[in-house]
């Protein structure tokens, strides 16, 4: 297995397959479950149309986010928001760190995502994340630039963001 640079890796034929740089080394995950598409197309869509309805910035999926090019780190979260003040990081891909990330949490990316993900995004600068689990129908908030502990939403309790602080939803919206 050959170690590329970032520009290497996006000079690559473009594909539908989920893939990240991991310090140079290219990391293809399987392909996420009907349950993982589903929940994530409803989120974004919501997220979406509330960005848009207010004009407070972009909402990506799925989208190359290069957290260090130096060290040819290329992750592609399940949904970015980059807040409108922030745009300028976005150029074909984007460049540093969204202000959201989202995770909808697979059986095989679980673990991954909440340990080594999580790491990353705090590292780099993200200011929020979202793990949302499927199985569970539930969604963590982690702030990720603050010392306040996780907020777990579930049913009926809505959904909160520092990030977003007019997003105010239901969890069990995002889970019809």
């Given amino acids: 297995m050959e170690k590329l640079t970032v520009h290497e890796y996006f000079e690559s034929p473009e594909t539908v397959r989920p893939m990240e740089l ?62 409108r003040d922030r745009l300028g990081i976005i150029r074909e891909r984007i ?10 949490l697979s059986p095989s990316t679980a673990r991954r995502d909440r340990t080594i993900k999580l790491g990353w995004y705090r590292k780099y600068g993200v200011r929020e994340c979202w793990l949302v689990d499927v199985r569970y129908h539930r969604v963590e908030v982690i702030e990720l630039q603050s010392t306040t502990p996780a907020r777990l939403f579930w049913g009926p309790q809505r959904l909160r963001s520092t990030v977003l602080p007019d997003w105010d939803i239901p969890v069990e919206q995002v889970f019809v």
């Avoid at 460049?95 to 909808?104: H, K, N, Q, R, T």
Wanted: net charge negative; charged share 15%; aromatic share 8%.
């Fill in 22 to 83: 991991v310090y140079g080394f290219v990391r293809e995950p399987a392909m996420p479950s009907y349950q993982h598409q589903r929940v994530a197309t409803r989120l974004l869509a919501l997220l979406y149309a509330h960005v848009q309805q207010r004009g407070v910035g972009e909402v990506l999926s799925p989208m190359d986010v290069v957290l260090d090019e130096a060290a040819a780190l290329v992750v592609q979260p399940d949904i970015v928001f980059v807040s």
């Fill in 95 to 104: 460049w540093g760190p969204p202000d959201l990330v989202v995770e909808i």
